[in-house]
């Protein structure tokens, strides 16, 4: 009887060689190990610099530690809780700022279109009396030349 020909069931029930479900479980097996080594990679590492020993129950002193260690934990809480609230009060400013900058250019740009609508009005105020003027002394002048002759 030779090994190799023999057919093996799988957990699909399957009819495969033998050789295809080695390689099968060998690709499982990796992908599994994949999996395992992801996991472990996001995973945050916890160093435990007071264990306790084998002995069951803590000692009097055991207290102090652990209220030493709460207190870090809570430092730490409260650290984090700061930062996120300054960093919530930044953003928070930078929008306003933003906001400001947008309200101070469009009042600039309302501004700036009233100021050269008021001296686009003068130009043709002055540019009509010039022209006024200059009519009117073309009429004088005509006036005199009429009266010379």
């Known amino acids: 009887m030779e090994l ?13 060689d033998e050789e295809e479900a080695r ?3 060998q690709r499982d097996a990796e992908e ?3 999996k395992l080594d992801k996991i ?10 007071n264990k306790f020993g084998s002995q ?3 000692g009097s002193g055991e207290f102090h530690t652990y209220r030493k260690a709460r207190k870090r934990e809570v430092a730490r809480q409260e650290a984090l809780d700061e930062v996120e609230r300054l960093e919530k ?4 400013f930078q929008e306003k700022l933003a906001a400001n900058q947008q309200s101070a250019e469009a009042k600039t740009a309302k501004n700036r279109a009233k100021r050269l609508a ?5 130009r043709a105020k002055k540019k009509a009396k010039t022209v006024t003027a200059a009519a009117s002394a073309d009429e ?3 006036e005199e030349e009429e009266e010379e002759r």
């Open 32 to 34: 599994l190990k994949e």
């Open 4 to 16: 190799a020909n023999v057919d093996v069931l799988t957990r699909d029930h399957v009819v495969v």
């Open 118 to 122: 008021q001296k686009e009005k003068q």
């Open 40 to 49: 472990a990679r996001s995973m945050p590492t916890v160093v435990t610099s």
């Open 23 to 25: 390689v099968k479980r």
């Open 56 to 58: 069951a129950g803590a």
């Open 140 to 142: 004088v002048q005509e």
């Open 89 to 92: 009060e930044q953003k928070g």
